[in-house]
């Protein structure tokens, strides 16, 4: 099956600064890569998410790349501020077909004032 | 606006007792999932299902069960609590054609 991995565990960054979370998957089967953020005590939610047919996808602030060689997507995150800071998620599946997303271990993303 | 509802937020169980999580969704989503999160390990999938009385085990499906009589509703059922299984469980649905997971706000089980 699918394996996620993701890196790193926690980050700290200063208000402003740029943040990068990586995860690399096995399954090159996958095609569908989305990003979850989780605030405390909150549900997960979908910030962001690419297909294996697009190299880089881009919403405001935040941004998700994808190298399908080498099996790893990133997620960017500009001009950080306080409510940034949350646990991120990464996932990969196959859609369509075998829906079971295959979660990452979290990322602690913590910006400093 | 999707949503997702689970029943029991917070519950405190007693080892060895049947515990049932309630999960129901508003939007005819076809395929619903059972996750459980625990800090270190991220969300793992425990068992979902694509259809009506259909079910496929997840990565960890040991010590559970689920059940979908309806569209809309998706039950995780622990046979006999065991204290490895407090944890946080998510519920979550997803439209057949649909590319977003929509969770639910978490159960938080405790057994003791």
């Known amino acids: 099956g699918e394996n996620v991995e993701q890196h790193p565990s926690t980050l700290s960054v200063q208000e402003g600064d740029s943040a990068v979370i990586k995860c690399t998957y096995s399954?090159?089967?996958?095609?569908?890569f989305p990003w979850y953020k989780q605030e405390l005590g909150k549900r997960p939610q979908l910030i962001i998410d690419?297909?294996?047919?697009?190299g880089e996808k881009k919403d405001q602030r935040i941004a998700v790349t994808l190298n399908k060689t080498a099996k790893h997507f990133s997620l960017h995150i500009t001009e950080t501020q306080p409510e940034d800071s949350a646990v991120y998620f990464c996932?990969?599946?196959?859609?369509?077909?075998?829906?079971?997303?295959?979660f990452g271990t979290g990322t602690r993303l913590t910006i400093i004032p | 606006d999707v949503k997702v509802t689970q029943s029991s937020r917070y519950l405190v169980k007693r080892t060895g007792e049947k515990v049932f999580l309630e999960c129901v969704q508003d939007m005819d989503h076809e395929n619903m999932f059972w996750y459980r999160q625990d800090p270190g390990l991220g969300l793992r999938l425990i068992y979902f299902?694509?259809?009506?009385?259909?079910?496929e085990k997840g990565d960890i499906p040991e010590g559970y069960s689920v059940s979908r009589e309806k569209k809309e509703r998706f039950s995780l059922i622990l046979e006999s609590a065991s204290t490895n299984q407090t944890s946080m469980y998510l519920c979550a649905s997803l439209a057949a054609a649909g590319n977003t997971i929509y969770f639910g706000e978490g159960s938080w089980l405790t057994v003791v």
């Open positions: 690419i297909r294996s047919n697009v």
């Open positions: 996932a990969a599946s196959r859609r369509f077909g075998n829906e079971k997303l295959t």
């Open positions: 299902s694509y259809d009506v009385k259909m079910k």
């Open positions: 399954d090159s089967a996958s095609n569908y």
